[in-house]
């Protein structure tokens, strides 16, 4: 199952949304790894966003919770912001 472009921009702006960035980008695309930074709990609190939003999709109703929390984890794998250095560096 492929997403929309307009499903897509979706996701993409809640993303932004949520690091303070407009949405559409004003110079062309961010860098997820220099452009804004996130903490584990906000990463989470954005997959639960994800999860819901994604179980709302006509096309995806009918997978099972656990494989959209998969593909959910691939999309902000790929297009999540980075661990910001300070929460890192708390862990250690």
Do not use: H
């Not at 966003?49 to 656990?66: C, E, N, Q």
Request: aromatic content about 12%; some cysteine.
């Amino acid at each position: 199952m492929n997403l929309t472009k307009a499903q897509f921009a979706r996701i993409e702006k809640e993303l932004c949304r949520r690091v303070n960035l407009p949405y559409p980008p004003p110079n062309g695309p961010y860098d997820v790894s220099k452009d804004a930074t996130w903490t584990e709990a906000e990463e989470a609190d954005f997959k639960i966003w994800l999860v819901k939003y994604l179980r709302k999709i006509p096309g995806l109703k009918l997978m099972r919770k656990t494989a959209i929390e998969n593909w959910a984890g691939w999309i902000i794998f790929d297009l999540g912001w980075k661990i910001s250095e300070r929460e890192l560096c708390k862990k250690k």
